[in-house]
């Protein structure tokens, strides 16, 4: 399991995470969401090493990987995984459902493949 508890990150002088906590257990999924600019990225680069945290622990499976370099805590177990960016801005949503249901990046999507009843029949499953 992973436990979060009174995590607090700055860059230099500015706070920029206060006190956050979270656990998650093994085979458990959590979203970590919010507006562009609230914390989702430092948080990630903190548990894993990539930037200080000023506060709080991190454990995973009872192990204390608060003071632990980066590359401890992957030997731990703990890693991130970052995704591409696809900017999708010219996309409607039927088009991004198709997107979905194909496992396609956006420049794959044809127009044959924006066909309303395919996006229908995904959305009734």
């Known amino acids: 399991m992973l436990q979060v508890n009174a995590l607090s990150v700055a860059y230099g002088e500015s706070d920029v995470l206060h006190g956050v906590g979270f656990s998650a257990a093994e085979g458990e999924i959590v979203a970590i969401?919010?507006?562009n600019g609230m914390g989702k990225?430092?948080?990630?680069?903190?548990?894993?090493?990539?930037?200080?945290?000023?506060?709080g622990t991190i454990h995973l499976g009872g192990a204390d990987l608060s003071a632990l370099p980066s590359h401890k805590r992957v030997e731990n177990g703990l890693t991130i995984v970052v995704s591409e960016r696809v900017l999708t801005f010219a996309m409607n949503v039927a088009d991004r459902f198709l997107?979905?249901?194909?496992?396609?990046?956006?420049?794959?999507?044809?127009?044959a493949e924006t066909d309303e009843g395919r996006v229908a029949a995904?959305?009734?499953v």
């Open 33 to 35: 969401m919010g507006r």
């Open 41 to 55: 990225s430092t948080l990630m680069k903190s548990l894993i090493g990539m930037i200080p945290h000023r506060g």
């Open 99 to 111: 997107v979905m249901e194909n496992g396609q990046f956006v420049d794959e999507v044809t127009a």
């Open 122 to 124: 995904f959305l009734s």
